[in-house]
């Protein structure tokens, strides 16, 4: 074989007698593994299984900053049965088997992600040697995608690190920094980027290593050997614990690896083959590829077609609460960029200077920042009672209180302290922007930009225009989102615009069947089971009853009956009852209260008595058609640009369970005439607010899907 431009792997043999393989997959901007490299990887292996004088082999990636990202995702969307998907399994298990079994020693040098096939690759090598950037991460993150490690990763892992460490990896997918794999025993060592291919050669030339066992203490010891049952079925009961049984890779991933640690490595390739095969033609897995699919082409869109973002280098922060805190430290840890931010008394910009440095210290603690780091990030973030330091911010987020006169006079004060340029981004969750950029002398530069609370966690922000936002404004919000770790989708101007629009329906329903005495626990309970991260009612306690409270009245009116609140908010506000930041909802927190209890008192202000009528399957319909009905209304309203977007945003703004693809994906899976047939049905049971919007009443008719 001759190396070609068109090879994603080239090898060259050093003076040194070792030869450095560069994974470098032409016209891609990150490598990943394809079926399509079978000829060439097998050209490239007889070359180095031919070579009596090779002294040992190094892999490295040609990408500036990444090693593998995995196998093409791709690729396995693209199989059409479970022999399909389980025979790429196998070839990429064959391939990795031949690697290990090489005489000669094989080093995996690696800088940037090495993730899923990419790391199953690392892990057949006999060492690994990582750069000590940030951007270096390690992990098996198949769990994500609805798989199981189908390339060795369920054996290899668990025989290097330890059966605890690496089910714990693979399912959560976490991805792990160098040092730590280092301490895990995944990395052998970390070397600067500079050094990488120098430091792997010199791996490589001191000679094949002994296989190590994993670094277990005692306690460890005794879990791994005779008592590993326990380990196995506890691990399975805490994952289930979140997972609720929703997710089948969880339950494969376990069985995969005790297969193979109790009959031994290659029965436990044959059974991880044969899972990923399933796996990948499950549901699940299928929703949740869409999901990666459709993030990463959000990643690559400006918001405004055409059009440049301008680079934000300042940017100004109004109001030190916990959203203006939140904002600050997302700007300046993720987005790099100086924040100065303004209140109107020092214990708001205290408060915000408080905030960032206590997100900040943790990554102090967990060495993920050194201290002259944090020192830096702590000085990029400056507070002023006025507005001085603000005639240079690029943009200006909002975070003030919800009040729309006051939202106005900062547009204003902006116009005036700010630069022509700047961009004026409210964090509003219910005011029109419309009405804040009612009296602005430059209305263009005026936009929506809600974050989810807690800001520094919450991976969706909503950018909203009004018919007067410009496109560069648009563009420039979007990749300061972007820049600020967030997921954005952009939506057009409308009570509650997406994500509290389909939200409050939702809740409003459960409210319903809670005043009709379904029991609280009850109505928590199936929505979690459901996939929700939270029930409807722990919600309500979260966002506040006093919250919600103000926004239904305003959704109602807007946009009709369909949003009027059952009339329970005002007894529960009247018994001084807001929810969690009170003390005093749905639920108890007082400090006596061990574990999640809820506040029965709560029943004798409505004179119920709780008592379970409805099924699992039954309360979680109830609430849940609501939501997706009004996720069409918003498609059909145009309040969201796509069907993506909606799915995205209900993912990642509410949490609707990813395993089911968001609203539109959901409801394509059950069929749009189902969803009708259900909305009718209770529209006729339980009220008009269920009548199905025009749009899905048209789609069953012509039998259409949102997605093809
Ligand atoms: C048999 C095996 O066990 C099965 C597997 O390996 S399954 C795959 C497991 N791997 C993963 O899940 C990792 C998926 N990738 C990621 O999480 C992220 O891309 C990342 C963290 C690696 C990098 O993120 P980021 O820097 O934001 O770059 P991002 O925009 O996402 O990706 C860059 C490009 O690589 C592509 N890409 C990254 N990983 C990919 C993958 N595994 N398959 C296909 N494409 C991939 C993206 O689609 C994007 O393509 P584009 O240039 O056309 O836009």
Wanted: hydrophobic share 40%.
């Amino acid at each position: 074989m001759t190396n070609s431009a068109n090879n994603a792997f080239t090898l060259d043999i050093r003076d040194d007698g070792i030869g450095v393989v560069t994974i470098d997959v032409p016209g891609e901007s990150m490598n990943t593994l394809k079926s399509t490299f079978a000829d060439e990887v097998a050209d490239l292996m007889e070359r180095v299984e031919g070579d009596s004088k090779l002294k040992g082999l190094v892999f490295i990636s040609g990408k500036p900053s990444s090693f593998v990202a995995g196998a093409d995702i791709r690729m396995i969307s693209e199989c059409e049965t479970a022999a399909d998907a389980e025979s790429l399994a196998r070839q990429g298990q064959a391939l990795f088997d031949r690697l290990e079994s090489l005489k000669i020693p094989v080093v995996a040098a690696i800088h940037g992600p090495a993730l899923g096939g990419g790391l199953e690759l690392a892990l057949a090598c006999h060492v690994r040697v990582v750069s000590d950037s940030p951007k270096t991460v390690l992990g098996l993150p198949e769990v994500q995608l609805g798989l199981l490690p189908g390339s060795g990763g369920t054996q290899r892992l668990p025989r290097l690190v330890g059966v605890q460490q690496a089910l714990t990896m693979m399912l959560t997918g976490k991805q792990l920094r160098p040092k730590q794999a280092l301490k895990l025993g995944l990395a052998d060592e970390i070397v600067p980027q500079s050094i990488l291919l120098e430091a792997a050669v010199k791996q490589a030339l001191k000679g094949k290593p002994k296989k190590r066992k994993p670094k277990l203490n005692l306690i460890g010891k005794v879990l791994e050997g005779p008592l590993s049952g326990v380990l196995f079925s506890k691990a399975r009961e805490q994952a289930q614990k979140k997972a609720h049984g929703n997710y089948p890779a969880i339950d494969k991933i376990i069985d995969t690896v005790k297969h193979g640690m109790s009959k031994g490595m290659q029965a436990g390739l044959e059974y991880e083959a044969r899972c990923f095969g399933e796996l990948a033609m499950t549901e699940e897995s299928y929703q949740l590829r869409n999901i990666f699919f459709a993030t990463t082409e959000i990643k690559k869109e400006t918001g405004a077609d055409g059009v440049k973002p301008e680079k934000v280098k300042k940017a100004g922060v109004l109001g030190g609460g916990l959203m203006g805190g939140g904002i600050a430290h997302v700007t300046i840890s993720k987005a790099k960029v100086p924040v100065r931010l303004k209140d109107i008394n020092h214990d708001g910009i205290k408060n915000a200077l408080a905030y960032h440095a206590k997100l900040l210290e943790p990554k102090l603690k967990r060495k993920i920042m050194r201290k002259a780091e944090v020192q830096r990030d702590m000085l990029m973030l400056s507070g002023s009672l006025d507005y001085s330091g603000f005639n240079d911010t690029d943009i200006v987020v909002e975070a003030v209180f919800e009040d729309l006169n006051l939202k106005q006079q900062m547009v204003s004060d902006i116009e005036t302290h700010a630069g022509s340029h700047t961009i004026f981004a409210t964090n509003t969750s219910s005011l029109p922007i419309t009405k804040i950029a009612a009296k602005a002398q430059r209305p263009e530069q005026v936009i929506g930009l809600h974050y989810f609370s807690p800001v520094e966690k919450m991976p969706l922000a909503e950018i909203i225009t009004h018919p007067g936002t410009s496109k560069e404004t648009i563009a420039t919000t979007v990749e300061f989102a972007k820049k600020q770790g967030k997921t954005p989708i952009v939506v057009k101007d409308g009570a509650g615009f997406y994500v509290n629009r389909i939200l409050a329906p939702y809740m409003n329903e459960a409210a319903r069947m809670l005043l009709a005495g379904e029991p609280i626990e009850a109505l928590d309970k199936n929505l979690v089971k459901f996939g929700f991260p939270v029930g409807p009612i722990t919600l309500l306690d979260e966002v506040g009853i006093d919250v919600a409270a103000k926004v239904a009245p305003i959704l109602a009116e807007e946009l009709g009956e369909r949003f009027r609140a059952p009339d329970a908010f005002s007894k529960l506000l009247d018994d001084g009852r807001k929810g969690r930041k009170t003390k005093k909802g749905f639920y108890r927190y007082d400090k006596k209260t061990k574990g999640k209890q809820v506040d029965t008192s709560v029943y004798g202000l409505f004179g119920i008595t709780p008592e379970s009528k409805l099924s699992s399957a039954d309360m979680a319909e109830r609430c849940v058609l609501p939501m997706l009905n009004e996720a069409a209304w918003c498609l059909q309203d145009g309040i969201i640009r796509s069907a993506r977007d909606g799915d995205i945003g209900a993912i990642f703004g509410i949490g609707f369970p990813p395993f089911r693809g968001g609203p539109f994906r959901y409801m394509d899976s059950l069929g749009v005439a189902h969803i009708v047939e259900r909305l009718q049905h209770y529209a006729k049971t339980e009220g008009d607010r269920f009548k199905p919007c025009q749009l899905l009443v048209d789609m069953a008719a012509e039998k259409q899907r949102f997605y093809d």
